[in-house]
DNA sequence: TATTGTTATACTCTATAACTATA
DNA sequence: TATAGTTATAGAGTATAACAATA
């Protein structure tokens, strides 16, 4: 009869445990694949929030993203000291910048969403690709269980 | 034709990135189920490690749990203050404690592993009880694909 | 000479508050 | 008076190095 693990060896057997613990890895992993291009995750969200909406302030990008004004400062400051944004005047709002993308920016994003699909791939390489479909929908379900907002990470590494 | 999203949307269709931030959220949500124990995350997985294999030294504890020897020295402080372990007499080598669990420490342990099912059940409420072994299972590979030792987190929140 | 446990120090991150210029 | 952006500061957490006692 199958004895039910004690030790640490139940974590295993724990699906919050391996979320975590798998998700800890990915997020580091995830730093090593983007540092090559001088990126790192926060400012690549900023990058992808830019793609979809360009001229946001920070203020905008800080709601979004969950991510302190205080914190976004250093992050816009960065991306523009690599000539990835620019802090363009504010139309209608004297006090705020527009962040706007530069087209090296627009270059430098396709190969930043390959490594995140890379890893996906690399990851779920022992899954099929119907299990692949089942657990992202799984996972999908969870986060929204946990009241989380799709596409922001509550912690950006 | 369905559009590929491509803003921060994206990152709601990737497994690597829903497993980081489910990962997050959990890992803070197992802080805050455990406090009012007085017990972190860190300590939780010392007592589980000395439920199985009682009189470890804070050396094995250390390499055996991936937590540096210097912050093991806290770890154990506090778990002595609390009254749920014992520094030893090591036998066989003068250096080294055994460092032993308490009655008050085997007592509580259940409820500690009560509260990471109960995350659990909340967190996989949604999914039928065949769908949480098939999850279940999709980790564990993931975790094996990354690695990643049964049972041991990378960063102990 | 190497190892166990410990302590001290420096470094990074984060959170808070406070400042300026506009609204 | 409130808000956008910025800066300064303090606190927590981590990593590194060095130490005493024992192997």
New binding site residues.
């Given amino acids: 009869m199958a004895e039910r693990p004690t030790g640490i060896a139940e974590l295993h057997q724990r699906i919050p445990f391996l979320l975590s613990q798998l998700g800890v890895y990915l997020a580091d992993d995830f730093v090593r694949r983007l540092a090559p291009f001088g990126v790192e995750p926060r400012t690549y969200a900023v990058l992808k929030a830019l793609i979809e909406d360009d001229g946001q302030?920070?203020?905008q990008l800080?709601s979004q993203l969950s991510i302190?004004?205080?914190?976004?400062?250093a992050i816009?400051d960065k991306l523009e000291d690599q000539g990835l944004a620019k802090?363009m005047p504010?139309p209608g709002?004297?006090?705020?910048?527009a962040v706007t993308l530069t087209d090296k920016a627009r270059k430098l994003l396709p190969a930043l969403d390959a490594e995140g699909r890379a890893q996906e791939d690399e990851i779920t390489a022992s899954l099929t690709a119907a299990e692949r479909k089942i657990v992202l929908r799984d996972l999908q379900r969870m986060s929204a269980a946990a009241g989380l907002i799709p596409g922001v990470h509550p912690?950006l590494v």
């Fill in positions: 302030s920070q203020r800080s302190h004004r205080n914190v976004m400062v816009i802090r504010h709002d004297r006090r705020a910048f912690k």
